[in-house]
C-alpha cells in the first residue's frame, strides 16, 4: 500500500508563508487532499486535487491563500500557504484516494491512506 510523508511545517508568522510537501511511496493515480487539526477541534479538510491535476477543490477558510498542485512525476503533492494567520495553526495531514472517475471528495472517511502529519503554527 502506498505510503504518504509529509515535510514542510513550521512556525512563521502571520502574513508569512509556508510551503507543505506530501511525498508517495510509488506513483499513484490516486485524488489527493490536505486536512488540518487544530487542538481541540475536528480534523477538517484543506483542500484536494484530482489525480491528473485537472481539478482541484478548497475550503472557503484557505481559499485565495491556499494552492494544491501535484507533480506525478516525483509523486508529490504540495500545499502552498500565503498569508497565513494563526487561526491556521494546526496539524496539516496528507490524504489519498483511489478514485479515476467522479468528483473531488471533502470528507474525511472518504480518504482511506493518511501521512503522519506535520505541525504548522503561525504566531501574530
Known amino acids: 500500500q502506498v505510503q504518504l510523508v509529509e515535510s514542510g511545517g513550521g512556525l512563521v508568522q502571520a502574513g508569512g508563508s509556508l510551503k507543505l510537501s506530501c511525498a508517495a511511496s510509488m506513483r499513484t493515480l490516486y485524488d489527493m487532499a490536505w486536512f488540518r487539526q487544530a487542538p481541540g477541534k475536528e480534523r477538517e479538510f484543506v483542500a484536494a486535487v484530482k489525480w491528473n491535476g485537472g481539478s482541484t477543490a478548497y475550503a472557503d477558510s484557505v481559499k485565495g491563500r491556499f494552492t494544491i498542485s501535484r507533480t506525478n512525476a516525483d509523486n508529490t503533492v504540495y500545499l502552498q500557504m500565503n498569508s497565513l494567520k494563526p487561526q491556521d495553526t494546526a496539524i496539516y495531514y496528507c490524504?489519498?484516494?483511489?478514485?479515476?472517475?467522479?468528483?473531488?471528495?471533502?470528507?474525511?472517511?472518504?480518504?482511506?491512506?493518511w501521512g503522519q502529519g506535520t505541525q504548522v503554527t503561525v504566531s501574530s
Open positions: 490524504a489519498a484516494q483511489a478514485q479515476l472517475w467522479g468528483p473531488l471528495k471533502s470528507g474525511i472517511s472518504d480518504y482511506p491512506i
